[in-house]
């Protein structure tokens, strides 16, 4: 089976064969998760570093109300809290999205690994960066984008997320994301997304079926969202 994190990594730096066995190794005691189940809650002690290896998770936080503010979404290969041990406790809570497989990487263990193969140590602090990237992106989503750029941005960003480790094929992928879920993270209502998806779906840019999204005209969907892909540095993936 792929490590999607090897091939996550792979492409941020040149990785040797004893830098694969290394994070095979870190990773090789995955625990599964249900769709739903907290892998951390906010307020817990930080714990070791998650890696997804399948299934896709997300943070989020619980305001007052009982409403819920998703602030990313995790697929395979992504990996989240290098340094989550520097904190007293948790700001936000961690929870499957989907069925998981996820592997926990103590600090230490990461540490060790990346003082003893530097080519993983910068394939991490790249991937960081890149991820401080798309938050900054969420928050110009939040406070700028209308709600149709909105949903086509987002979509526009996890489509090329799940390219760059293999999880897409002829403008299809798959997105097991409920449109409850993709509110969340929106910050809209179900019903108001599910308008925004009709929109989408009639102007001919994508089609969101069970589970899936087709991409009917990249053109037009990179239009309407305002897509520029610069904040997830792929130009670095290249280099690397």
Same mark, same amino acid.
């Given at each position: 089976m792929v490590n999607r994190f090897v091939k996550k990594l792979s492409g941020l730096a040149e990785l040797s064969v004893g830098d694969v066995a290394a994070i095979e190794l870190a990773t090789g005691r995955p625990r599964r998760y249900a769709a739903r189940q907290d892998l951390i809650r906010e307020g817990d002690e930080p714990g070791p570093m998650f890696v997804v290896l399948e299934g896709w998770i997300c943070r989020y936080k619980i305001l007052p109300s009982g409403t819920r503010q998703i602030m990313a979404f995790l697929m395979p290969g992504d990996a989240c809290d290098l340094h989550i041990k520097l904190l007293a406790?948790? $700001?936000? +809570? *961690?929870?499957?999205?989907?069925?998981?497989?996820?592997?926990?990487?103590?600090?230490?263990?990461m540490q060790t690994?990346?003082?003893?193969?530097?080519?993983?140590?910068?394939?991490?602090?790249?991937?960081?960066?890149? $991820?401080? +990237? *798309?938050?900054?992106?969420w928050i110009v989503s939040m406070g700028r984008r209308s709600s149709i750029e909105r949903v086509a941005h987002l979509v526009c960003e996890l489509y090329l997320r799940a390219r760059n480790i293999g999880l897409t094929h002829d403008g299809d992928f798959a997105l097991p994301l409920s449109q409850l879920v993709l509110a969340d993270a929106l910050g809209m209502t179900a019903v108001h997304i599910n308008r925004v998806l009709k929109e989408l779906r009639l102007t001919g840019a994508m089609a969101l079926g069970r589970g899936s999204v087709t991409i009917m005209d990249t053109g037009k969907l990179v239009q309407i969202a305002g897509f520029d892909e610069n904040y997830l540095h792929r130009r670095l993936r290249q280099a690397g």
């Amino acid at each position: 089976m792929v490590n999607r994190f090897v091939k996550k990594l792979s492409g941020l730096a040149e990785l040797s064969v004893g830098d694969v066995a290394a994070i095979e190794l870190a990773t090789g005691r995955p625990r599964r998760y249900a769709a739903r189940q907290d892998l951390i809650r906010e307020g817990d002690e930080p714990g070791p570093m998650f890696v997804v290896l399948e299934g896709w998770i997300c943070r989020y936080k619980i305001l007052p109300s009982g409403t819920r503010q998703i602030m990313a979404f995790l697929m395979p290969g992504d990996a989240c809290d290098l340094h989550i041990k520097l904190l007293a406790e948790m $700001d936000h +809570g *961690i929870q499957a999205v989907t069925p998981a497989s996820v592997a926990t990487v103590t600090r230490a263990e990461m540490q060790t690994m990346m003082d003893e193969h530097p080519n993983i140590a910068r394939a991490m602090y790249t991937a960081q960066l890149v $991820d401080e +990237g *798309i938050m900054r992106a969420w928050i110009v989503s939040m406070g700028r984008r209308s709600s149709i750029e909105r949903v086509a941005h987002l979509v526009c960003e996890l489509y090329l997320r799940a390219r760059n480790i293999g999880l897409t094929h002829d403008g299809d992928f798959a997105l097991p994301l409920s449109q409850l879920v993709l509110a969340d993270a929106l910050g809209m209502t179900a019903v108001h997304i599910n308008r925004v998806l009709k929109e989408l779906r009639l102007t001919g840019a994508m089609a969101l079926g069970r589970g899936s999204v087709t991409i009917m005209d990249t053109g037009k969907l990179v239009q309407i969202a305002g897509f520029d892909e610069n904040y997830l540095h792929r130009r670095l993936r290249q280099a690397g």
